[in-house]
């Protein structure tokens, strides 16, 4: 098991584990920041001042509740639906590659590809607007081409990690590809 | 290689035995499924014998996969009799796995019977050299709950009848269809006399509820009787007189006639004494079921509100004036379109005519509603009941009334999109006579044409003619279309709701709900912790399927088609003046394609 510090391609510390639970059998955990307490209290602060001002105006008392359950509702739903905690991938030799993210309320969604339909693990390039983002990606076999690809499954694409940390993970899990 | 063995976990603590299941092959390598533990004391021939009988009801290809061993205490020295063991059941590989109380890891050994190996491959521990692990076996144990799997269904789901499978099902699909097809295995339980004992899922004893046998065995003369009054009930519908072509046309207009014959259809489907074969089969079962049991229940609840305080009378009363204030605006309307509406200029004559003909139909629809209107609360009363058939039949019924009161307005707009249609295509052509031009039908382009000059004057005045005219046809068009849309999107709504509560799938929603094992999307794989130096455990839990993906697999196809027109096509017919009928019914070739 090991714990680094990387960066992810926004600047944000990012932490990766590595766990080996056997010869054939490695789980990579990307660990993204978390919700930081000041950017809650500035929305927050700002919903509730813009609540207060219309409330000056109108003097309707609905305009606060209003603003009030917005905001609880608005907070549960981003914890629940839209910010990952951590992102893992876990390779079992000859079994199959799991793809999961488990959000800030605890909610783990996952996805199994068996290895059979596996056909590479690589490491892409993609161009968007002005960068370029390197991202390790599943490559699936194609049925009815022998040579072909029929999906491209990106991996850590909420936590995005930077080359340096896709280059250790794409490492490992080519150790085992290649054995099994 | 890596062996792959998944092991139930109501087996993780049973005697010591044989282990009877499948091995599949996919890709080179094999893996075992392990069904069953059968215990000692055995007789060999009785074993084969039982798993020949357990194959030919199953159609699994069950085999002796190998020996478990938990040695309670008192019980050593069994490691030469599971040696020996393996020459009783010769022909496939031997698997020998055991497992000591209070360790939770397993070891297993291999014995390759394929003579041309001739490798005894033994793993017990992971962490081996470089040079030896080319030559082991690796094994893998996934560990799955042997109830949850069996009734899972794996989607997305192969019948292999609708379309053949165009590659070889993988391993988790066959492990899936191995268990939940070997059900005749899991009927011994511990208290039957026999002369094996075997330990699986169902060893405590199969459980039962006498409701549900009581209904299993009541719904059998239910069925023959529903069945018998369906029957009846579709041969006087298809009997010659309704036939006849004023009711035959009739019945295909109007919506609650199609949910009519939906159901019947839905409910022929139900009570007919063929199981469903498959899951689909079963699931659209299913389905039809519970929706007409929400429906109804829906329905009843309409009806205990429609039918206390008076509700009805109340609705009646409102009925009639209610008509007349829309005569009366609709009356105004035609006043203010007649005079000078909005500062335009309209052509006298010809708004007079228009203006007085349309008068004239509200007067009529006026005095038949008038005709009507003692009648009205009856009419209510006995509509209301239908709601007991379902909530749907209310709805349709809704909409076809409103339908029939609003057949005046339908008949005003299909007058002035008849003639602004004229007018459009009359200027069309005329304007090309105007250039000189012609509409060329056999090649459909527009071709150079010289005219007479006789032909050229006349094609010219009525050109002016119809132009000069078009602003008074386009307005009544317009205001007529408009009230006419505004009717269409009312229906449209009470459409919409029907078609969703028809084809909304309560069951499949339900089932994922409160049995998410049942509908499954994949599966997923935690890593068991366990002592270093054994091999490695997998339990693998079931992935249930996503809501959207329930929803868009098990949405019930209904009679009616959603609007087939895009926007754009939409609104140019609303230009060219061409009638729109945006939500048709295509009941006769909806039913002919599913036929399942």
């Known amino acids: ?180 | 290689m890596v062996l792959k063995v998944f092991f139930p976990q109501c087996c993780n603590r049973a005697a010591s035995g044989l282990l009877v299941g499948r091995w599949i092959s996919s890709d080179g390598h094999d893996s075992a499924v392990v069904l069953a533990v059968i215990h000692y004391p055995f007789i060999p021939s009785q074993v084969k014998q039982y798993i020949q009988q357990m194959e030919a009801r199953s159609k699994v290809e069950l085999c002796v996969l190998g020996s478990w061993s938990l040695p309670k205490d008192g019980q050593e020295g069994m490691e030469s009799f599971l040696r020996d063991l393996s020459t009783m059941f010769p022909q496939k590989p031997w698997l020998q796995i055991s497992r000591q109380m209070g360790k939770t890891g397993f070891t297993c050994q291999l014995l390759n019977r394929d003579p041309t190996a001739q490798q005894k491959a033994t793993k017990e521990d992971v962490k081996k050299d470089d040079e030896e692990e080319n030559e082991e076996e690796k094994v893998i144990f996934v560990h799955y709950e042997q109830r949850k799997v069996m009734l899972s269904q794996l989607h997305p789901i192969r019948n292999g009848v609708t379309e053949p499978p165009t590659e070889p099902p993988s391993e988790l699909r066959q492990v899936f269809h191995t268990v939940a097809h070997s059900q005749p295995l899991f009927f011994l339980d511990k208290y039957d006399d026999g002369p094996l004992k075997s330990t699986h899922w169902q060893t405590q004893g199969r459980e039962g509820s006498i409701i549900v046998e009581l209904l299993k065995q009541a719904s059998v003369p239910v069925c023959a009787f529903l069945s018998w009054l369906l029957s009846v009930w579709t041969w006087t519908c298809s009997m010659r007189i309704f036939r006849l072509y004023p009711l035959r046309f009739l019945s295909s207009k109007l919506s609650t006639c199609a949910q009519l014959s939906s159901r019947t259809k839905h409910l022929r489907t139900l009570t007919s004494p063929k199981a469903a074969v498959n899951h689909t089969q079963f699931m659209r079962k299913a389905h039809m079921f519970v929706s007409f049991l929400v429906d109804v229940a829906l329905g009843m609840l309409l009806v205990s509100w429609l039918y206390r305080d008076d509700h009805i009378s109340m609705l009646a009363n409102m009925l009639v004036p209610a008509a007349d204030r829309v005569a009366k605006e609709l009356e105004e309307l035609l006043q203010w379109l007649m005079g000078a509406p909005a500062g335009l200029k309209m052509n006298r004559v010809l708004d007079q005519v228009l203006g007085r003909f349309f008068l004239y139909h509200i007067h009529l629809w006026i005095s038949y509603i008038h005709l009507m209107s003692p009648f009205v609360e009856a009419i209510l009363w006995y509509g209301g009941l239908s709601a007991c058939l379902g909530l749907t039949f209310a709805l349709s019924l809704l909409s076809d009334m409103v339908a029939l009161l609003t057949f005046h307005i339908y008949c005003f707009y299909v007058y002035g999109a008849r003639i602004y249609c004229l007018k459009i295509y009359g200027l069309s052509s005329l304007w090309r006579l105007f250039r000189g031009k012609k509409w060329n039908v056999l090649r459909q382009r527009v071709d150079s044409c010289s005219y007479d000059v006789d032909q050229l004057f006349i094609g010219t005045l009525l050109f002016t003619i119809l132009l000069f005219l078009l602003p008074t046809t386009a307005l009544y068009y317009l205001v007529f279309t408009l009230l006419r849309v505004v009717i269409m999107l009312f229906q449209g709504v009470i459409h919409l709701s029907v078609d969703f509560l028809n084809s909304f799938p309560l069951f499949a929603m339900g089932l994922r709900v409160c049995r998410p094992y049942r509908l499954a999307e994949g599966v997923r794989f935690r890593v068991l912790s366990d002592e270093p130096g054994t091999a490695l455990h997998l339990l693998m839990e079931i992935n249930p399927l996503k809501s959207s993906t329930v929803i868009q697999t098990y949405r019930t196809p209904t009679y009616s088609c959603y609007p087939k027109d895009s926007w754009a096509a939409l609104v140019k017919k609303l230009f060219v003046g061409e009638l729109i009928y945006p939500w048709t019914h295509n009941s006769t070739k909806a039913d002919a394609t599913k036929a399942d």
């Open chain 1, 1 to 180: 098991m090991e714990d680094q510090d990387y960066t992810d391609i926004s600047g944000r510390t990012i932490s990766l584990e590595c766990q080996n639970h056997s010869g054939f059998c490695r789980e990579f955990t990307v660990s993204s920041p978390k919700v930081s307490i000041g950017k809650v209290m500035v929305y927050t602060c700002s919903v509730w001042l813009a609540a207060y001002t219309v409330f000056f105006f109108t003097q309707n008392t609905a305009v606060l509740s209003c603003a009030i359950l917005v905001t609880l509702v608005g907070m549960m739903l981003h914890i629940h639906f839209v910010k990952v905690d951590h992102e893992s991938v876990l390779i079992i030799g000859s079994v199959g590659i799991q793809v999961s993210s488990s959000y800030a309320s605890g909610r783990e969604t996952s996805t199994f590809i068996e290895m059979s339909r596996v056909k590479d693990i690589a490491i892409n390039e993609a161009v968007y607007m002005h960068q370029i983002i390197y991202y390790l990606c599943i490559l699936l076999k194609d049925p009815s081409t022998p040579d072909g690809v029929s999906r491209v499954v990106p991996l850590f694409q909420s936590s995005k990690p930077r080359l340096n940390c896709l280059v250790k993970v794409y490492k490992s899990c080519q150790e085992i590809l290649s054995t099994c």
